[in-house]
């Protein structure tokens, strides 16, 4: 006879009346499979933890974001942000996709320059770039989106040396309801702030203002923020054309939408409370077309979404290293993917699945990874089927800001690949090695000598 | 030796109920075999012994589970203690 598959034996006091802090059971089913391709097999093949980058997904969510905004308005580009996920790989799909390139630092720049991108449809915003950068953006016609006026004053310099006038825009922050401000960035809207630097920049005669920008925020849960930002763009582009008699190309509202992710602290899963494509472009797009513009006129619409298009196109799948008690009698279950490798549980309560069947039972589980520090929580409280050691797990909506925002710190990075539209896994970055890291590192002679 | 307090009540559907303090509880099937063997007075070597027998489980994470849930058994004033 077959032994019967193993699940442990728990016991759970039952009390009547809400849901608690480990919030609502949403695991019904395991993933056993991603995109054809078993979870089990794919740990076995390239290891584990390991990063999965599903192109369909990212393929269909673009597609999805694409006509939400130009089912609603006649000029859209999208620009790949880099900082959310620059894996050659990733940037590559969305630019063929149509997308152009937004980055925020020399390496950025030159990584887009390197994939191909036309440096004309590179957007190069941030208020770290260097005279080189700028030296080599302007000589390559990039959109420069001035941060701050000592960058003006830079832009200006360079401009006469080089003999050509840099297509810029400048990055605008505002009021729109939502708290914090981004205030940090570019140049304020309600104080003035804004308008004296379109002054400057169209009485300098060096440069040509080709667009208005702003990022107001990330993970905004409201549409209606956009409107405001959009309604702010616009009438500076009116003024702009009245005093100046100057036409602005495109406004550029950043990114910021949010994905399907869970914030910590939120009552209701992400999947059901983040507004959808369509929210947001009905929002933006109904603020530019009630705007002061003539429709011939409309101005090109940028946006530089992020997470939104690429947080549910990763996933990262993990195995169970031990099942313990903390000294208050919680479950404990230690996975071998840490913060170190998913940043991004700091702020997300990500959904967890195994992906083994299992029964419906759960325990209640602090989910950790396998660092020695503290810090290394993937779950505070997490309703859990029983796991046992050596079962696999599913990460959810992992895409966005981790194959960035990852540390190589205590354990080496994970491999990454990406399985394509015929179901076929490719790898698309390397599992680091000792020899990656020992390789930008020197010893002083006087101390490599050890004692024996 | 902790054996099973006498007066719970265990149902086959898994649900627990100690009359003493009106508390009740779920199980899953495994842990009611357990307990159920625990009833027949059955040991914790003995329960082991089955399970390795009936279950795909490693002797380790057998006895560490089993400890385990004893211990949560223990927590939930479900055994006594008896010379
Ligand atoms: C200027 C700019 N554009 C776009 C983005 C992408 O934002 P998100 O990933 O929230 O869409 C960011 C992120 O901080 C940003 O700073």
Partial sequence: ?452 | MMIINRNIAISETGFVFNPINGESFSVNPIGYEVISLMKENKQADEIMQYLLANYQVEPETCRKDLEDFMGMLKHHLLLEDKE
């Avoid at chain 1, 999208?78 to 590559?92: E, G, M, R």
């Fill in chain 1, 1 to 452: 006879m077959e032994k019967q598959r193993y699940e442990r034996p728990v016991i759970k006091k039952l009390e009547t009346g809400m849901p608690n802090k480990f919030g609502l059971r949403s695991e019904y089913v395991p993933i056993t499979h991603i995109e054809g391709n078993s979870v089990k097999e794919l740990l076995s093949t390239y290891g584990s933890p390991l990063f999965v980058i599903s192109e369909r997904t990212l393929r269909q969510t673009m597609e999805k974001a694409r006509t939400a905004f130009t089912t609603r308005y006649p000029k859209v580009q999208f620009a790949w942000s880099y900082k959310t996920n620059y894996l050659n790989a990733v940037c590559s799909v969305f630019h063929q996709e149509g997308s152009w390139a937004e980055v925020v630092s020399g390496f950025e720049y030159d990584k887009a320059v390197a994939l191909g991108v036309d440096p004309k449809k590179i957007i190069f915003n941030g208020p770290d770039k260097s005279q080189e950068d700028l030296k080599k953006s302007i000589g390559n016609d990039s959109l420069i989106h001035i941060d701050h006026l000592d960058e003006f004053y830079t832009i200006v310099n360079i401009s006469d040396k080089l003999k050509k006038k840099p297509r810029v825009a400048i990055r605008v922050n505002m009021d729109t309801g939502v708290y914090p401000m981004w205030d940090r960035f570019g140049f304020n809207y309600e104080n003035g702030q804004a308008w004296d630097a379109i002054s400057k920049i169209m009485h300098s005669k060096k440069m040509e203002l080709v667009g208005l920008h702003c990022h107001i925020g990330t993970f905004m849960l409201a549409p209606s923020a956009y409107a405001i930002a959009a309604g702010k763009l616009a009438d500076l582009a009116h003024a702009i054309q009245q005093k100046f008699n100057h036409e602005i190309k495109y406004i550029d509202l950043g990114g910021g939408f949010a994905s399907r992710n869970t914030l910590k602290g939120a009552y209701l899963p992400g999947i059901d409370s983040s507004p959808s494509f369509d929210d947001f472009a009905e929002a933006v797009t109904t603020a530019l077309i009630n705007g002061p513009f003539k429709t011939e006129k409309l101005p090109l619409l940028i946006l530089e979404t992020g997470r939104a298009l690429v947080d549910e196109a990763g996933f990262l799948l993990g195995t169970v290293i031990s099942n313990k008690r903390s000294s208050t009698g919680r479950r404990i279950t230690i996975l071998d993917a840490g913060v170190n490798i998913l940043f991004t549980s700091f702020w997300y309560d990500h959904k967890i699945t195994p992906a083994q069947p299992f029964t419906h039972y759960t325990e209640e589980t602090i989910v950790y990874g396998p660092l020695c520090m503290n810090i290394d929580v993937i779950r505070e409280n997490a309703s859990l089927p029983l796991l046992n050691k050596g079962d696999h797990v599913v990460i959810h909506h992992v895409g966005a800001y981790n194959m960035t925002q990852w540390m190589q710190f205590i354990t080496l990075r994970p491999q990454v690949i990406m399985i394509d539209m015929n179901d076929k896994p490719h790898i698309i970055r390397d599992k680091e090695t000792l020899g990656n890291i020992n390789a930008v590192e020197h010893i002083p002679e006087h101390v490599k000598t050890l004692p024996r």
